[in-house]
């Protein structure tokens, strides 16, 4: 403002102002500040300028931040907080200005690094980011992907060395013959139900069911790995597609929280790190908060059952009357939660399993063994059934597997892997008068002389934890393995259709066969062959793949439809009665642990993946880069 001289006056101000002149000036110039503050916090997240004048909120370290946590003296002091969801990361918590939170994230900085707006809008649109709905977009975190890529010993899909020198071979076709199968299983879901979560192929429609919470395409995500794998190109552009375009998140129906996490957690993670496509990522991310409700419980033991909408949670109603949590439910997070804390940046995924451990650590197991329900409340065993089938199978499985994904850096898993082993073997294992090795089910100290068909993954387990036990240990557990999966192809070998039923029993002179019709299913489930590809794996015997090739044909025979695969009432009748299901892990698994089974050992090699429960890889923890890069 110009203010003109005028004769005799005194100016109020050295700058010539008159007071109400210079109350009106600051009066304008406070309102100008106020109103450029304002501005900043309509800024996008990412924007820098908002980043320098807005204070960031404590930093989200990875998992080498959560094992300095967790040593901390003070950290094992503390309850269990009341779970709440996690908030969105602040702006800001990328920025690694500060020496002391660059100093505290430098672990997953290894992995992961702020990008800018315009990078995140690039990568964005060439990872079909762009297809995501707003909501849907704001993970602030990028992953290092060829990073992870240069740690692994093995290309992905291995060098395929045996096709150049015979391709005519025997493994080769019937490599192909399996996955013509799984060509004809997507072909037929994706015909007839794509976008629901099952096909249902004599019907010739989709099924929905009531496990997912409103969640749809179950069988997309479960196929995802399973068709990158087989270089199906096509059907996996289909399905990566669907996902990009229709999986949708917002729902609020009921869930399983076991069954989404190994089927959609487990999916999504696998196709991610097999293709880096930054969709697979936000999207499981987004999926593993919507999970989180399920932890708010006293002990932060989950419950088995979260709602979506509202966020809370509940026991299923036939676990001791609702009130226990089930021991392979929550015993089979640890694998996919820690990559979610991985691939996020955000250590709540990590807190929530690492809790779950500390509860288990610390409660009496009856003789070692540990029974399936435990109650989220008190933290009590409510019923001593103990089972390495249905119930507690998968917990087991997540301890051996949780030693191997962190590059055999989790000791604890170790040891309590290893010591349950021991006490199943003392109070579980039995061998039948006809010389047939099974765990049977233990309830109190009183046997079931049964094992179920689940229970036959429990073959491949010990055969994959062979190699780390102790010296002494080794060949016996090698053994063992071999002996529990020579017993589960026994209970194909038995029956008519060369299909293993639901549970077999060894008593009143019978053996590895069901004894009444509703055990008598056979749900097209994968742990048998399982356990084949495991044992092939570690001794290379033959057996394993005549027996798997057995399978192949019996599901041909038996399984196979005008329109998919389809589960069978009874085993033992020549006559198939088909249940009008093709199950997601028909495809995520069967057809995957059988192609593996007659593929080379680098093809998806045991040094570098995991597989989680559903048999999606999952990738070891590798803590250098002294490997090739991977391909
Ligand atoms: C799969 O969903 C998983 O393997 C789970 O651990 C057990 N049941 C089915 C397959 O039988």
Redesign the pocket.
Known sequence: MLMRKVPGFVPASPWGLRLPQKFLFLLFLSGLITLCFGALFLLPKSSRLKRLFLAPRTPQPGLEVMAEAASHPLAHEQESPPNPAPAAPAPGEDDPSSQATTRRRKGWLRRTHPTGPREEATAARSSGVAALRPQEESIPFSFDFSAFRSRLRHPVLGTRGDESKEPQNVVRTQREKVKEMMQFAWQSYRRYAMGKNELRPLTKDGYEGSMFGGLSGATVIDSLDTLYLMELKEEFQEAKAWVEESFHLNVSGEASLF?VN??YIGGLLSAFYLTGEEVFRIKVIKLGEKLLPAFNTPTGIPKGVVNFKSGSNRSWGWAMAGSSSIL?EFG?LHLEFLHLTELSGNPVFAEKVKNIRKVLKKIDKPFGLYPNFLSPVSGNWMQHHVSVGGLG??FYEYLIKSWLMSAKTDMEAKDMYYEALEAIETHLLNVSPGGLTYIAEWRGGILDHKMG??AC?SGGMIALGAEDAKEEKRAHYRELAAQITKTCHESYARSDTKLGPEAFWFNSGREAVATQLSESYYIL???VVESYMYLWRQTHDPIYREWGWEVVMALEKNCRTEAGFSGIHDVYSSIPNHDNKQQT?FLA?TLKYLYLLFSEDDVLSLEDWVFN???HPLPVNHLDSSSRAGG
């Open positions: 069954e190994i089927r392979a089979s199978d998968s068909h689940l993954f489930r994968p742990e892990f698994e429960t559903e048999a």
